[in-house]
């Protein structure tokens, strides 16, 4: 269960039983400014990859219906965020089209008892699901637990930044009249 409020308080109540993928979802809800409700039960004892990949899809298809039509709204984002040795770069637009390029490497298979390479796997999900492109570069980072989270903190700042309401922008920002695939 997915509840998702795009202009929120950054409340956030997170229960995956995936414990680093809980903190990096809170943090999803803080740096956006989303109120996040994540109510997962997955098969915990097989591993951690359906939870995530589920929960990425439940997210992806509510921030998209959450935009709505997407009226008003900025449709791009682009920040770039240091947290620690760690520099990332996050770009993205609500085309209604999915694309994703994500080039960021993890120093460790494992963060916790989380495997990294859910992080893009979330993400893959996500972006997939929401319709939009989603570009991460990490510039270089030594810990794979401030990877995962410079690529979280820099999404959601994106995230906020596309789903914006522009006063200036008058109906869906397209010459095609539409944002959707």
């Known amino acids: ?10 409340a956030a109540e ?14 999803f809800a803080r740096h956006g400014l989303f109120d996040l409700r994540v109510d997962a039960q997955g098969d915990l004892h097989v591993d951690q990859h359906h939870t995530v990949e589920d929960t990425g899809i439940c997210i992806g298809q509510a921030f998209r219906q959450a935009l709505g039509e997407k009226r008003g709204i900025t449709r791009y984002g682009h920040f770039t965020l240091p947290m620690e040795e ?3 770069t996050v770009a993205a637009d609500l085309s209604g089209r999915y694309a994703l390029a994500f080039n960021a490497s ?6 916790g008892d989380f ?7 979330f993400w893959q ?7 939009c492109n989603l570009h991460v570069l990490v510039h270089y980072g030594r810990n794979s637990h401030h990877v995962g989270e410079v690529i979280l903190k820099g999404a959601a ?3 906020r930044m596309e789903a914006t309401v522009d006063p200036r922008v008058t109906g869906v920002p397209s ?5 959707d695939g």
Do not use: Q
């Open 1 to 10: 269960t997915v509840e998702l409020v795009l202009d929120g308080a950054a």
């Open 14 to 27: 997170i229960s995956t039983g995936v414990g680093f993928f809980d903190h990096m979802l809170e943090l």
């Open 86 to 88: 760690t520099l990332v």
């Open 106 to 111: 993890f120093a460790s298979p494992k963060i």
């Open 115 to 121: 495997d990294s390479e859910l992080v893009e796997d």
């Open 125 to 131: 999900a996500m972006a997939a699901n929401c319709l």
């Open 157 to 159: 700042r994106v995230f």
């Open 175 to 179: 010459t095609k009249g539409v944002l």
